[in-house]
């Protein structure tokens, strides 16, 4: 890819191996690389601008997560995740988010409240309008503005990463029946519920938030994308 070094991206956060497994996992999570692909070290390298050790132990780690499979002396072929996989983050992270809610509740800062609520007017504006991904992108960051307020690293962490996971799933259904609208709906009820310090109500909302996606991406091609197969 030309132009892009992932070298300039070091910062004192990240290392060149974390970067480095970041940018791959983007990738095959974005559906750049699809499932049963070869990864090759060297073209990944090459187009990185970065050896091929970064990028082997980036496969090493990938292979952790489940997202490749590595056979020795054959190669590394990408496994992606399942509609199972999704599934399960899903159930998983409707109790996350729903402690995130209960403890941004607590933990909220006026300025993070502002930017809810903002949020929450903006994408019923773009919804007026037919604005698919300016709704799709206002839906991320309340997400994001909720870990952010929930004071706990470890939290936000694992919901960063499980928002990740199915971001390319979110995508497609959140432009699909509605369900945007509906969505925003459900946000203003969180950040109302959180407006009023009614932390049980919150994690409530924000619970079943997440299980109303789930199942709206049944009803919108879940399995056509990702497939039956488990792992």
Not at 35 to 55: F, M, N, Q, Y
Not at 189 to 217: C, G, P, V, W
Request: proline share 1%; net charge negative.
């Amino acid at each position: 890819m030309a132009g892009y070094d992932v070298k300039q991206e070091v910062t004192d956060k990240y290392s060149l191996r974390g970067r480095v497994f970041n940018k791959i996992r983007e990738d095959i999570l974005n559906g750049k690389y699809k499932d049963h692909e070869e990864l090759k070290e060297i073209a990944i390298g090459e187009e990185l601008g970065v050896s091929r050790t970064p990028v082997r132990e980036a496969f090493r780690q990938l292979e952790l997560e489940g997202l490749i499979q590595i056979v020795p002396n054959k190669g590394a072929y990408v496994t992606g995740i399942t509609a199972k996989d999704v599934q399960d983050i899903y159930m998983i992270r409707s109790l996350l988010e729903g402690l995130c809610a209960k403890w941004a509740t607590e933990n909220i800062t006026k300025e993070q409240l502002e930017e809810l609520e903002e949020n929450v007017y903006l994408a019923d504006f773009h919804a007026s309008k037919g604005h698919l991904d300016q709704m799709a992108d206002l839906d991320n960051r309340f997400h994001h503005i909720l870990y952010e307020a929930c004071n706990s690293k470890q939290l936000e962490r694992l919901l960063v990463d499980f928002h990740e996971y199915v971001l390319r799933v979110r995508k497609k259904t959140l432009t699909n029946g509605g369900r945007g609208k509906t969505s925003n709906n459900e946000h203003r009820s969180i950040m109302e519920a959180i407006k009023e310090k009614d932390k049980d109500k919150a994690q409530e909302l924000a619970n079943r938030h997440i299980i109303n996606a789930y199942d709206n991406m049944v009803k919108n091609g879940l399995y056509n994308i990702y497939g039956t197969s488990e792992n």
